[in-house]
């Protein structure tokens, strides 16, 4: 009897630690969803991940977003909407000879309310 309340208690605790952790990753907001992940490889991380252009790195490295801070990646998920909204990235001379890997309206569209949900 003594073990059964034993075991039980044990598993209670387990089940509580992944429950606490699921509740933390979700708040860090530190992995980008794939199906936006998917829109940064084709269109931004040739120059924005670690083989990328050093000024581009500078700014926003793909490779390097899970390191980031909360504060930082919410402020880097602003500036990417600001960016792409406003037709700024990815960069005019790029555009010219990549145009089948640019980022469309409907993906500026979803990439925005993805830096939206950041709290
Ligand atoms: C051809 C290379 C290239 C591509 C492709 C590219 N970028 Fe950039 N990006 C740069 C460079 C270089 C800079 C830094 C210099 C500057 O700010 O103009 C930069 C800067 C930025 C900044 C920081 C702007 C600021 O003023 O702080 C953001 C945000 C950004 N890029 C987002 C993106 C996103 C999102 C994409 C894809 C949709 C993208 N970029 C595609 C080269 C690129």
């Known amino acids: ?5 034993f075991l039980s208690a044990i598993m209670l605790f387990l089940s509580g ?18 199906s936006i992940m998917k829109i940064f490889n084709r269109s931004c991380a ?12 500078m700014k926003v490295n ?14 880097k998920a602003q500036k990417i909407c600001d960016e792409i909204i ?14 089948k890997l640019d980022i469309t309206k ?4 979803i990439v925005c309310k993805w830096s939206n949900s950041f709290k």
């Open 17 to 34: 630690q992944i429950f606490a952790s699921n509740l933390i990753s979700k708040n860090l907001n530190k992995q980008i969803p794939d």
């Open 1 to 5: 009897m003594m073990k059964i309340l």
């Open 62 to 75: 793909f490779s390097k977003w899970d390191k980031y801070s909360e504060n930082k990646a919410k402020s």
């Open 86 to 99: 406003s037709n700024s990235m990815p960069p005019q001379s790029w555009r010219k000879n990549n145009e």
């Open 106 to 109: 409907k993906e500026i569209e």
């Open 46 to 57: 040739c120059c924005h991940s670690k083989d990328g252009n050093f000024f581009a790195k």
